[in-house]
Every structure is written in structure tokens, then in C-alpha cells.
């Protein structure tokens, strides 16, 4: 391979790794988001990209599942002898020493990249996450901005609730140490006072964490990922992807935006995310027929119920229905998060494979994972952005025809507008 990604990513989950694609993309660098280290193998025109992306379900592991996971998928990654390796976590850090660990995630990929020095962003202003002297910060559905420990969603997550607001102590308690901060009162002055303190940092085989407050913070931390002579596994959400991008690309270089029109064929949407902001998207959505989704039910009968759905879904599709499929808020059964996940996974499956529908919407990011996985994708393209956050990408599969070129939006919990699922419906 003659030319190689000057840049690649892992995300740990669906929904974050093709925020950080369409960050890329948008930029003009030629990336795409595989689903396997294989795919990434045996893909022929890998010699074509700037960027390339592996999407793992990281997010919802145990440590032992994480560092096998990204052993494989890092050193895939790795051996592409990229400058950046980046490890996409959610711009909320939300994550414990049981699941989803960052710092298990980050020593595994240590021992794949030995030699690379390693560098946090604590925020994402773009999207209202914010890092200020270590300590995390993030705007509510109420538009209100909230450390993140005392934050009405973030600290009350049904997995990993977040009790820590300073990343440094939420890392280490995930066995990341040492974790050294570099804050804001040294941003002014300029690139030559980072350049100093992170050198010293990185020869001592600290972690550097950057604080995150304005979008020209992650400009001059852009410039300082494209000094490093050596490799850097850089950790964070998508404003890895931002200040890369904004330490060397003109406005210039940026692609003009493409405009898909309302599809063809019917849209299908699957609510599985519990968050209220989603709550908020179903309640605002317009032009769908809408469809329940009960655990309890799906305990009983599992089979019985996905073949009752998806005979629902498909007979409706067959009308012209767009369907907005919901799993309920119910929480009168034992079912785990990752058995519900893996059964709208299947869900989603009949219903793409079928051939009937022109665009999918997915919320929710181990939804999103467990059904991409399902549907046995290859890879994914970078269509458009829908809105911050969130974006159109196409499906890329060379054995299965139905899903090959399918229009699809993930998204996490918290993300997006009320207004979102009905604009997924009609031309964006």
C-alpha cells in the first residue's frame, strides 16, 4: 500500500465512530468506518482513504472483553502506520472500572503502541461539553450546563452513572495513571508553552489531559498533534477529530455539503434509547405509523414476539408507512440491556434485509451497535450531517444487495433536536 491514513480511529460505539467519520469527511479527507479489523483487510481501495475508522462495542464491555476486543482492532489499526490513532469515547466519559472502562481501553492499546505518547481532550465545545481544570462539564435537555456529576441525566445513567466530574480521578479509578492535566490559564500563551509542558509530560510517560473551553482550544491543540514527531494515541470524542482537522485544513478543502432527497421507499426508525431527549424525539415525530416495543414481552417469547413485529413492520412497509418502532420505558422484567439490544438488533435486520425501506434511523448506541453488527455491514460512508452530532452515512455491503447503499443516521441517547425523527422522514 503505497499511500496510508495519515489518521485512524476506533470508536466504542456505533454512534460516536461515524460522528467522528463525518467529522473527517466534512473536512475533505476521503475516510470510512469499518465494522471488523477484517473488513479493514480486505477492503481493496484502503490505499484511496485519508482516515479509516473501526467501530467496537467497547462502551457496554467488561475489561477482559475490552482488552481483547481492541488488542485485535488496535493493532489492525495501528499497522496502518497512521500519525494519530484515536480511541473515540463519548464526549460524557461515561464509563466505570466495570463497563465500558476508558482505562482499560487506553492500557491495551498502550501495549499495541508502546512507543506512542498519549494525549486526552476533556471536551467538546461544539457540542457543549466542556473541560475546565480537568473537570467535566456538560449542557442538560434544559439548556442549562451542569458539571457532569451533578448532571439530571449523566449522573443518574442506568450503567455508568457519572460520581466523578475530574477525569483525572475518574481514570485512574479505571487503572489509567498517571493522568496529568494541562489547563486553560496556560492556553495564552500560545503554542510554545504547550509545546514545553506536554514534551516534559510525554518524557515522563505521563497522560496528558487537555482542558477543552472554546473551539479555538482544540485549534491549538491541533497544531500540537501535528508537531509531535512521533505517533500519538490520543483519547476523546470527536474533538480529537475537530482539532486535527482544524490545525492544517483551509475552509477552503471543505466539501460542499450534499443534499439527499426524500426517499424512495418508506423509513424505519428504531427508538431503543432511553434517554429524554429521545423521549422527546418520538413525541415531536411526524408522518410515522408507531409501534411498541415491550421487554416483558419479549421475555415471554422472544421468537414469538420478533416474528409478530417484524410481520407488522414489513406488512405496513408494503403500504407506504414510514414506522417509528419504540422500546418502552417498562421496567417490569428481568431482560439485560445487552438481551433487548440484541433482540431490536434482530428487528432491525428483517426489516432492512427485506429490501423495503429506503432509509433507517437508529437511537441509541448499543443499539446502533448490535444492529449494524447483525446486519453483517462492512463499512460505512459519510453522506451528510443532519445536525451537530449526527449525520447520514451510507451502508457499504458487497454480499447482502438490499442493504448495500442504504441511507442510515445513528445516534446517541442525548443527541439531537425534537424535530429530528421527522426530518429523517422527509428530504434533509
Request: proline content about 5%; hydrophobic content about 40%; charged content about 15%.
Amino acid at each position: 500500500m503505497s499511500h496510508r491514513p495519515e489518521y485512524v480511529f476506533c470508536g466504542d460505539d456505533f454512534t460516536g465512530a461515524s460522528d467522528t467519520l463525518a467529522t473527517l469527511a466534512r473536512a475533505g479527507l476521503r475516510s470510512r468506518l469499518f465494522l471488523s479489523p477484517s473488513a479493514v483487510k480486505e477492503c481493496g481501495d484502503l490505499s484511496q482513504l485519508d482516515a479509516v475508522g473501526i467501530a467496537t462495542a467497547t462502551r457496554s464491555m467488561m475489561p477482559p472483553a475490552i482488552t481483547a476486543e481492541l488488542t485485535q482492532t488496535g493493532k489492525a489499526l495501528a499497522d496502518l502506520g497512521a500519525k494519530v490513532f484515536h480511541y473515540k469515547v463519548c464526549s460524557t466519559f461515561d464509563s466505570s472500572p466495570e463497563t465500558g472502562s476508558i482505562g482499560s481501553a487506553v492500557n491495551a492499546l498502550k501495549k499495541v503502541m508502546p512507543d506512542a505518547g498519549v494525549i486526552i481532550i476533556g471536551g467538546q465545545p461544539s457540542l457543549r461539553r466542556y473541560c475546565i481544570f480537568s473537570n467535566l462539564f456538560a449542557a442538560a435537555i434544559d439548556d442549562q450546563i451542569y458539571r457532569i456529576d451533578s448532571h439530571p441525566t449523566m449522573a443518574n445513567h442506568p450503567v455508568t452513572p457519572m460520581n466523578e466530574a475530574d477525569l483525572r480521578a475518574l481514570l485512574a479509578a479505571q487503572g489509567l495513571q498517571p493522568v496529568t492535566g494541562l489547563h486553560l490559564p496556560l492556553y495564552p500563551g500560545g503554542i510554545d508553552s504547550l509545546r514545553v509542558a506536554v514534551h516534559r509530560l510525554l518524557t515522563d510517560n505521563n497522560t496528558v489531559l487537555f482542558d477543552a473551553l472554546h473551539q479555538s482550544d482544540l485549534t491549538l491543540i491541533g497544531q500540537l498533534l501535528h508537531e509531535q514527531l512521533s505517533r500519538s494515541l490520543v483519547i476523546g470524542s470527536s474533538s480529537v477529530a475537530e482539532a486535527y482537522v482544524s490545525g492544517f485544513l483551509s475552509k477552503s478543502t471543505t466539501l460542499s455539503p450534499h443534499v439527499p432527497s426524500k426517499p424512495e421507499k418508506p423509513v424505519f426508525v428504531l427508538a431503543g434509547s432511553r434517554s429524554q431527549a429521545t423521549a422527546n424525539q418520538v413525541e415531536k415525530a411526524k408522518g410515522f405509523t408507531q409501534l411498541m416495543i415491550h421487554p416483558a414481552d419479549i421475555e415471554r417469547d422472544s421468537s414469538d414476539i420478533l416474528a409478530k413485529l417484524s410481520a407488522k413492520c414489513l406488512a405496513l412497509l408494503s403500504q407506504g408507512n414510514n414506522i417509528l418502532a419504540i422500546v418502552s420505558n417498562d421496567m417490569n422484567h428481568s431482560l439485560s440491556r445487552v438481551a433487548l439490544a440484541q433482540f431490536t438488533a434482530n428487528l432491525v435486520a428483517k426489516v432492512a434485509l427485506s429490501g423495503q425501506i429506503g432509509r433507517l434511523g437508529i437511537a441509541g448506541g448499543d443499539t446502533s451497535s448490535f444492529a449494524l453488527q447483525t446486519l453483517g455491514v462492512e463499512s460505512l460512508s459519510h453522506v451528510t450531517d443532519i445536525e451537530p452530532g449526527i449525520c447520514l452515512c451510507r451502508l457499504h455491503s458487497e454480499n447482502k444487495s438490499a442493504i448495500n447503499g442504504l441511507e442510515v443516521a445513528l445516534k446517541g441517547g442525548q443527541m439531537g433536536s425534537p424535530e429530528l425523527f421527522t426530518k429523517l422522514a422527509g428530504q434533509l
